[in-house]
């Protein structure tokens, strides 16, 4: 009795080679920006006023392991999360608010955190980080739903209007929150929330950053009906999904995000409306396929103004907020420009 040689596994048909090329396709770039961001992040931890070189931490200086432990690596741990956070929450907010031009700076959002975290420290200066975002989160929820209601109630014959009112909203919530840090002399703790500034981030001050980290990733999980949710109620209802959870529910990652990066680094203007739109650019609004983007995009864009603001005057400083600040405006008029043009 001869043993029979077994037959060897049919090829693969051509649709399945096909559909094989074509994720690896989708997945190579991603796998570049992560390697960009990555070289960019291992750039950050040997930028700055202290001498640390890769050769030091190779040959076991303690020195140097202590600073990249203590300064330098927390310091760009939270700028890969507030860049992450702060751009998938303006994507978040463009799509349910069905408006390129709005993100958490330009929709009061921002501003009405810095105005709770003024109250928590005139009432209650004691209390720990994280109550303190709590304060500055139900703020934020809250000045986002009076933007809301504003939007609803104006005849808003361009999409410009939408961003212009959310600044004069912002505006007003701003010269509210001056006006208290004036009145009862915390002008000082309003300035560190104002501008964001990294250059304080040690380990032990950076940590609740990682709660906009997961709701980062709790955005890309209900990415789809974010996506259904931005063609509208009666759309998104007809096809099976409560419109108003889902927007409440973005409503408040973007909230709490807000809430959390100011109250751990500041006010960072600009960043959730331009990463999102050079995004959209090349990938529309598809959420769940922009969201991995978006985030890419934001850590690097974040790590390279931070990096230039330790360069451009050393050994001196420029705040993350102002380079951001700078750039995003730019962007900002330009996108607002190209809108009236095209409404025009």
Not at 132 to 147: E, H, P, Y
Not at 226 to 241: D, R
Request: hydrophobic letters at 55%; aromatic letters at 6%.
């Amino acid at each position: 009795m001869t043993a029979t040689t077994p037959s060897p596994p049919p090829a693969p048909s051509p649709a399945v080679r096909r559909a094989r090329r074509g994720r690896w396709g989708a997945a190579a770039p991603l796998l570049l920006g992560a390697s960009v961001v990555a070289a960019l992040a291992l750039l950050s931890l040997f930028v700055g006023v202290s001498d640390v070189s890769p050769a030091a931490l190779l040959r076991g200086d303690s020195d140097a392991w202590e600073l990249v432990a203590v300064s330098r690596g927390p310091r760009t741990t939270a700028l890969v999360l507030a860049g992450v956070s702060l751009s998938i929450a303006g994507l978040i907010m463009q799509v349910l608010v069905r408006n390129r031009f709005v993100d958490p700076s330009t929709a009061g959002t921002v501003d009405s955190a810095t105005l709770g975290l003024v109250v928590v420290m005139l009432y209650a200066p004691g209390l720990p980080l994280i109550a303190k975002a709590g304060v500055a989160s139900v703020f934020a929820l809250a000045g986002t739903g009076v933007f809301l209601a504003l939007l609803s109630r104006m005849p808003l014959r361009s999409p410009v209007m939408v961003p212009l009112v959310g600044l004069m909203f912002g505006g007003v919530v701003g010269a509210a929150s001056s006006f208290v840090a004036y009145r009862f002399d915390l002008v000082q703790s309003l300035l560190a929330w104002t501008t964001a500034d990294f250059s304080g981030i040690l380990r032990g001050r950076y940590e609740l950053l990682w709660v906009a980290g997961v709701l980062a990733v709790v955005a890309w999980v209900v990415a789809d009906r974010f996506t259904i949710a931005g063609l509208g109620a009666e759309v998104a209802t007809g096809l099976g999904v409560d419109h108003r959870r889902v927007l409440m529910t973005g409503l408040v990652v973007v909230a709490l995000v807000s809430a959390v990066v100011v109250t751990t680094a500041g006010v960072i203007p600009f960043l959730g409306l331009v990463v999102p739109n050079v995004v959209r650019l090349f990938l529309g609004d598809h959420v769940r396929r922009s969201i991995p983007w978006v985030a890419l995009v934001g850590a690097g864009f974040v790590l390279v103004c931070d990096v230039l603001g330790r360069t451009l005057r050393h050994p001196y400083e420029i705040p993350l907020g102002v380079v951001v600040g700078v750039v995003g405006s730019v962007v900002f008029l330009v996108l607002l420009l190209k809108g009236s043009s095209r409404v025009g």
